[in-house]
Every structure is written in structure tokens, then in C-alpha cells.
């Protein structure tokens, strides 16, 4: 193998790459990038074996040579080395050599490393995925549904399915659900399909993390296709590949609660800073846990306190207050998560009671909602 | 205690007097900020009892009403909680109150916070300073004094006044030096006092280090004062205290060669990315030992091997090489920090052979020194 490439491009796909690469792996080439250059391009792989990644460098892009294949062939090499190499190098262009024992030439101006490289033979092959059913997302919209749901994953392993979140397509709509069994995600989307097929799959919180990280802030589409046991998104240059967790998600419908006994409107941003000036103190005291309080005049009163640092009441003038009174406690971290994710400058709020759980929405945006179980103080 | 306080005033001078307060201190009222309300204005301090940051925050400044003292009086309270909440509250200026039992109320918009506070008669005296012996450094000079010396002080607690940098003052010069007995880092500057005493202090790296965060980039003036343990920085609003370390600062003029067999001029910047890229393989074997040899026509070369990894080669034309020719090895960190520290687009390297300290000087400049010691490998 021997190619010349520019520097950039070659920075940037191995970055991409690196995301799915884990220095903690029981399979010693996995801490390896896998380097493959044939007459049309470069291609790089990086996998922990959950996600896999690869970016391809074509020889050409807008008339411009990025990589000149002088002789295709393929090496693995260490990518904690290999990716900081690639950074630091001094000139625009890099020139990779494969010597015998697939030792590694890296050239650029006067400087020449030599990697000792490993059999690309060894690297586990990627799936096989038949790009049949496939759906489209724009990139931005596919980076919300994540941001909006992913936080909301369970962090336990005691039921391993609660780490995912939960895809579900049906009639060219996508419904994307996470719940730890506290809280709870919701967010929908209109998609376009090609296919009448409904799906139900379940993917690795992690694996959603690195890909909306991969992902830059276009509107292009993400192709996406699923199979039986993996997902794969597909960009311009970068195939994103994800195994899909075992199992049944939960049904999730008959925990939303369809009615309301009080309802309150509030600004966004001074409802989370609230939230998030109470929960300074709630922090040391038992499970960051602050109270609500509706009082007159549609005030509402958040409070918390720790019986060794002190205490903070603060109240706040709501937009409308609507339906019985109420006090009510919960997390303040996951009030806050849920604030965060939510878009818009007014949210409301349903209560069903102090010991059932509570529904925050935008005000005028039914595309997701966020679900919150209280805990009990009062 | 009563004041009113603007908040961006009252953040900034938390934030400096935080920087000298410890979480792990055996003292438990060093874990609060003092408090104290006069009629010319509000003092902060923080201390964990060998640094101790005092910032005044005056009544008024250009004509602004700054702090609205109601009642004079003091109170300590918690550091982390304290600079937490007056960082988040929510309007422009903050009510301070002490009620009973030192619980302090602070009142910002429609939010109330109670904070538990301590009896500030039980917080430590600072050192009480005579201020007869006074010197000046604009900010700006100090911070590069600082830079430019103390990465070089010891980490190891084996012979602690190592861990300090020795300040000498005579004639109206300042010379300070660090040194770990691997390498040496020298700065001498101009300085104007009132007095023609002499002084030889070690001041704790780890203060100087806090001190440097803690000044802004101006060239205003910096009262210095040194008494027999305790060195006092004053800047207009600020007051930071050091103690100083006991014993005798070892001579170290005897090390620094004053005359070179080989001597070498390179581009700063050139040499600096090539030893960080020789680093790279250098980190995982033993000690972070690059490798630096003359070749014929005034070319440099830089090395370094992981018999597991790899190895690189670079070559660097230097701009001058006169003298014997030369093959050294050295610490590929040492050699970055001493570059880092000097200023100047070319540096001048001299040696007195492969087993002898080597000194490194910005090319036209006089004022600063590092030296460093070589490692045994050829």
C-alpha cells in the first residue's frame, strides 16, 4: 500500500473514526484504525464492536486531488499513535507506505515515522447490511430527536433494554422513546420512507451519544437502513454502524397521563433558573429533590433545603395557573434535563396530583413531551 | 451585618479570594469565605493558611454606588455554596443580612436564599505586614517572571525547598530561579525599590502559581513586600499573602556553564513542533527521552524510539551549528517547557558535550535562561 493524501482530510476522517475506537477492548486490534486504499479512495474503519465507523476519503472532491493512490493495499495501525501523528505533522501532505511485517512509513516534509503496523486480515469485517428499507432524515432534525430523548436512558444495567432508546416506525412516523423508569422522553417526526414496513428496535443510548458527535449542523439527509440486529446511518462520507439491543422495549403508552387536575404556564428560562438556584443546596441534601408550590394569584413557590447549609425559597409569576392547588416534589436534575431538551419559550406543565407522575410540554409543540415521576416528601 | 452589593462586583471578588480556599483542609472555617462590612466597603477573604487572598470592594468607584452598607458587621460563610449561588442569582444587586446564629439571608429579585454561617472571630488572623519595604512590578512583567520560572520547580516533596522559586533581590535587579535538579529556569528583571537591602527568599511554587491565575493582564503596578516569612503581592483592590518556605536555596551559579563547545542557532517554533512530534513515541518508552544529533551542512537531527511502536526521524536546518560535532539525549518535556517558556522567534543552544548541562537562550536576550541535563544513552 502506498498513497499520498492531504493532510486535512486525512485529520478528519481519522477523528471520525477514533469515536468508535476504545483503548479498553478485549480484542487487541480494535485499538487499531484499519486503512484500506483502493483506485478510488482511502478508507478508514474504526469499532469498539458495538459501533463501528467508516469514513471514505475519495481521490477527488470539487476537482480538487485529495489522495493519490500510488498502490492500493491495507495496514492496521495503533490510532492513539496514528491519530496524533497525523495531527502534528508539518507539511499539507502525508505520504503512507507499507514496508515488510506491515511496518509503516509516515512522511510529510522531513519527518519519517515508522509504525509497526498489524494484518488487516485479522480486522473483524464490518456487517453486510442490504440497503433495502431504507428511511431519510435531515441531519439537524436526526441530532434534535437524539438530544431531546438519549439523556433520559437508564445508566443501570439492571435492565439492560432501559439503555436504549426506543425507534418505532410506523405509518412514515418515527416515535423515539427513552425512560430510565423515573423519567421519561418523548419525540416524533414525520419521515420519508420507501417501505410500508413498521419497525421496533431498541439502540444503545452510547451509540446515539457518538453519532449525533460525528454529525455536523447541516440539514443534509441521513439515509438510514435497519436490519435485524444493527442500524446503520449513512452520510456523504461516513457509514455509521450500530448493533441494536435484545429484547422488548416496555410499553410506554399507559404511562402518560391523559388528564390533568392543575395545569401551569411558564417562561422556560426563568422556570430552569429557578430550578437550578433551589438545587444548589438540594444537591447535598437526599436525591436533589425541590418542591413546588401553587400559591395565589398564580404564583408558584420552589423551594428546598438542607438542614446543615440552609435553605431558598423563590417565586415565581406564572402565565396561568389552572385547576386544583398543589404541592409537589421532584428531582431538580430531572426537571432540569427536561427544560433543557424541550424547545420553545413557555412550557407547560400537567399535574395529576402530587404522587402521579407529571407531563412538560412546549406550549405550542405536540412533536415531544417529557414525563416525570415526583418522589414523596409532603 | 446589612449591605446591598452589585452582583458582577460581588462574583469577581468571590472568584479571587475561592482560588486560596481548600476543600481538604484540617482547619474547617478555612472551607468559608470572611466576610466583613465596614462603612468604606466589603473585604473578602479566603485562606488555606499558607495562601490568603483579601479583596475590598469599595463603597463606591468612578462614581458609581457600588456596595450600600446598612449596617456594619462580619460573617463566614460556606466557600462552595456561597460562590455558587451569588453566581446564579437573578437580578443585578444582592441584599446581605445576618440574622441570628450568623444564618445569613441573601435576597436577589424574588429569591431568598438562608445560609448557615460561622462565627467569623474564629477565622485566623492574617499576618499583620509592616510596609517599609516596598518594591514594584507591573502586572504584566510579574505573570512572565512567574511563566517563565516556576514549571521548573520540584514536584517532589524530597527536598521541599525545591518546590518553591528563589527570588534574590540586590542592586535593583530581581533574579528568580526554579530548579528541580534535572533542569533550571532563570529570569532576571529590573526593579524599582526604596531600599538598598538585599533580600534571598523561596517563595511556594504553588503560590506563585495561584497568583499568576488571580492578576489580570495590565501593566499596572504590584507593591511587593517581603517579610521573614511572608511575602504580601498588592494590587489595587487585592491583597494575596504567601508564607514563605524555611532553609537555605542551594548556589546554583556553580551549574550554569559559561563557556560551550557546540553551539547550535534554530527557528524556535520548528524545533519545538519537532521535539513534540518525537515526543509522541518518546511518552511510551522509558523517561520521554528524544535523541539530537549534528550532521554535516548546519542540519539537526531529531530522533526517537518505542521498540513496540515505531520510531521517527526528522531533520531541521538550523540556522547556525559551530563548534564539535555533537550526538545528546534529553527529556522531550524539558526541552517543551524551557521553549515555552522563552520568547523570541530563534533560540541559540549551547553545549559542553554529551554528558555536561546544556543551556538554551532566546538568540538577543540576556534576561532568561534554562538549563537543562542530558540522559545517558548513547
Same mark, same amino acid.
Given at each position: 500500500m502506498k498513497f499520498v493524501i492531504n493532510r486535512d482530510h486525512l485529520v478528519r476522517s481519522v477523528q471520525d473514526v477514533m469515536k468508535a475506537v476504545s483503548s479498553r477492548t478485549t480484542i487487541p486490534i480494535l485499538t487499531g484504525i484499519k486503512i484500506v486504499a483502493t483506485e478510488s479512495g482511502v478508507t478508514l474503519t474504526g469499532s469498539d464492536s458495538d459501533i463501528s465507523i467508516e469514513s471514505f476519503i475519495p481521490t477527488e472532491e470539487e476537482d480538487k486531488v485529495i489522495v493519490e493512490v500510488i498502490k492500493p493495499g491495507s495496514v492496521v495501525l495503533q490510532a492513539r499513535f496514528f491519530s496524533e501523528i497525523v495531527r502534528k505533522l508539518p507539511k499539507d501532505t502525508v505520504e503512507l507506505e507499507v514496508q515488510d511485517h506491515f511496518v509503516t512509513t509516515i512522511r510529510s516534509g522531513k519527518t519519517e515515522f515508522n509504525l509497526n503496523g498489524l494484518d488487516p486480515e485479522e480486522y473483524p469485517r464490518l456487517p453486510q447490511i442490504q440497503e433495502e428499507n431504507v428511511f431519510k432524515l435531515p441531519t439537524d432534525l436526526l441530532k434534535n430527536l437524539i438530544r431531546q430523548t438519549v439523556f433520559a436512558v437508564s445508566t443501570s444495567e439492571t435492565r439492560p433494554i432501559l439503555t436504549g432508546v426506543n425507534w418505532r416506525i410506523e405509518n412514515d412516523e418515527l416515535t423515539c422513546i427513552a425512560t430510565d423508569s423515573h423519567r421519561l422522553a418523548l419525540r416524533r417526526a414525520k419521515i420519508e420512507t420507501n417501505t410500508f414496513s413498521s419497525y421496533n428496535i431498541v439502540i444503545p443510548g452510547k451509540s446515539l451519544n457518538e453519532l449525533s458527535k460525528i454529525? !455536523? !449542523?447541516?440539514?443534509e439527509l441521513v439515509d438510514i437502513v435497519i436490519t435485524e440486529n444493527q442500524v446503520l446511518f449513512k452520510t456523504k462520507h461516513l457509514l455509521f454502524f450500530s448493533r441494536l439491543l435484545d429484547g422488548n422495549y416496555p410499553d410506554t403508552s399507559r404511562l402518560i397521563p391523559t388528564d390533568s387536575k392543575t395545569d401551569i404556564i411558564v417562561n422556560a428560562k426563568e422556570f430552569l433558573q429557578a430550578i437550578d438556584r433551589a438545587s444548589l443546596l438540594a444537591r447535598e441534601g437526599r436525591n436533589n429533590v425541590v418542591r413546588l408550590a401553587t400559591l395565589s394569584d398564580g404564583i408558584i413557590e420552589i423551594s428546598s433545603n438542607s438542614p446543615e447549609i440552609g435553605k431558598v425559597v423563590e417565586e415565581i409569576q406564572s402565565e396561568l395557573v389552572e385547576g386544583e392547588e398543589l404541592k409537589i416534589s421532584f428531582s431538580a436534575k430531572y426537571m432540569m434535563d427536561a427544560l433543557k431538551a424541550l424547545e420553545g419559550t413557555e412550557i407547560k406543565i400537567s399535574f395529576t396530583g402530587a404522587m402521579r407522575p407529571f407531563l412538560i410540554r412546549a406550549l405550542h409543540d405536540d412533536s415531544m413531551l417529557q414525563l416525570i415521576l415526583p418522589v414523596r416528601t409532603y
Open positions: 454529525l !455536523d !449542523d447541516s440539514n
